[in-house]
């Protein structure tokens, strides 16, 4: 089983900035492709959305056109940590962001559909105030 911890999130003035970073406790983290995604007020499980996604040798970060510019996915293998500085944030960024990790994944592979994920974290609030 793994556990994915999530901190970071908060209040913050539009064109601010905010680091999240997630935690994970695994020996085999290395070996996961890991990603962010995001959950906006009102809407359902069902409907997260793909914000990053980064493969386990962190190489070919993916990012969705709305975090394209201003959101930078990285990882640290030896620290079991991946993280999403977020700049230049807008109302529209306020949601639950949640970190998920999809292990046995092939080298290079990207995934941007939730279901393609095995593990999730438990979510961290970001409120964007205009």
């Known amino acids: 089983q793994v556990q994915l911890v999530e901190s970071g999130g908060g209040l913050v003035q539009a064109g601010g900035s905010l680091r999240l970073s997630c935690a994970a406790s695994?020996?085999?983290?290395?070996?996961?492709?890991m990603a962010w995604f995001r959950q906006a007020p009102g809407k359902e499980r069902e409907e997260r959305e793909f914000?990053?996604?980064?493969?386990?040798?962190?190489?070919?970060?993916s990012y969705a056109d709305s975090a394209k510019g201003r959101f930078t996915i990285s990882r640290d293998n030896a620290k079991n940590t991946v993280t999403l500085q977020m700049n230049s944030l807008k109302p529209e960024d306020t949601a639950v962001y949640y970190c998920?990790?999809?292990?046995?994944?092939?080298?290079?592979?990207?995934?941007?559909?939730?279901?393609?994920?095995?593990?999730w974290g438990q979510g961290t609030q970001v409120t964007v105030a205009s």
């Open positions: 998920a990790a999809k292990i046995r994944a092939p080298a290079g592979s990207i995934y941007y559909r939730g279901t393609s994920y095995d593990y």
């Open positions: 695994t020996r085999t983290f290395s070996g996961y492709t």
């Open positions: 914000v990053a996604t980064i493969t386990w040798s962190g190489g070919t970060p």
